[in-house]
């Protein structure tokens, strides 16, 4: 048996027995990344009734699952990626690069304004040498950034999956002059071993939104 496909069942053995696994099967949720939102949200209250909400990265759906739950019939969530996402109630999918200036202009015809949080638990494909891989991870960051400047209102606010590595404080910096306070979470969700956590940016200082 080869080294790959050694860590492939390695990785579907433990992914058996996960917990958040089993609980997100039972509650009806896409994937276990529900309960790192969930935990989040619950400790930063950022998620609320009548929000609207981009959720950036988001197939297979999980977190726009929550957020359609959270933001009520009131609200709304707009959700995109590359891949194709299977219907979610109250959920607006998108399919497509959120860069491209066709999703932009459909996700401000969706939401009908500014929005008020934008989520991504976005990341690229590995390629396993790590400076592509690291590469390619800011590249996603800084269009997201740039995508939240660009579509939330002033005061609104960002919350983006990052990893730890050397260019990361760079991003942050970035992050730090945009919004007025910007912090980090690492949910109990998020395997012990995996270098992810998330980077939380309210209160957005300056929109670049057009009707903002």
């Given at each position: 048996m080869s080294?790959?496909?050694?860590?492939?069942?390695?990785?579907?053995q433990n992914h058996r027995k996960d917990g958040f696994v089993k609980r997100a099967s039972q509650a009806g949720y896409r994937s276990r990344a529900v309960f790192k939102l969930e935990e989040i949200d619950h400790r930063d209250h950022l998620i609320a009734s009548g929000m609207?909400?981009?959720?950036?990265?988001?197939?297979?759906?999980?977190?726009?699952?929550?957020?359609?739950?959270?933001?009520?019939?009131?609200g709304k969530v707009v959700a995109i990626d590359l891949l194709d996402i299977q219907p979610i109630n109250n959920v607006t999918l998108l399919q497509g690069?959120?860069?491209?200036?066709?999703?932009?202009?459909?996700?401000?015809?969706?939401?009908?304004?500014?929005?008020?949080?934008?989520?991504?638990?976005?990341a690229p494909n590995i390629s396993g040498i790590s400076e592509v891989d690291q590469a390619n991870f800011i590249a996603i960051l800084d269009a997201a950034l740039d995508f939240s400047t660009h579509i939330l209102r002033k005061g609104g606010n960002l919350l983006i999956k990052v990893f730890e590595f050397p260019d990361l404080?760079?991003?942050?910096?970035?992050?730090?002059?945009?919004?007025?306070?910007?912090?980090?979470?690492?949910?109990?969700?998020?395997?012990?071993?995996?270098?992810?956590?998330?980077?939380?940016?309210?209160?957005?200082?300056?929109?670049?939104?057009?009707?903002?």
């Open positions: 080294q790959k496909k050694r860590r492939t069942n390695q990785w579907l609207k909400v981009i959720d950036l990265g988001a197939a297979p759906g999980g977190w726009s699952q929550y957020l359609a739950e959270k933001v009520g019939p009131g690069d959120f860069t491209d200036p066709r999703i932009h202009a459909q996700v401000i015809d969706e939401l009908g304004g500014p929005a008020d949080l934008v989520l991504s638990d976005a404080q760079q991003f942050r910096r970035r992050c730090e002059r945009e919004f007025k306070r910007v912090y980090t979470r690492k949910p109990s969700a998020s395997r012990s071993k995996s270098r992810e956590y998330y980077l939380i940016a309210t209160g957005l200082l300056h929109t670049k939104h057009r009707i903002g």
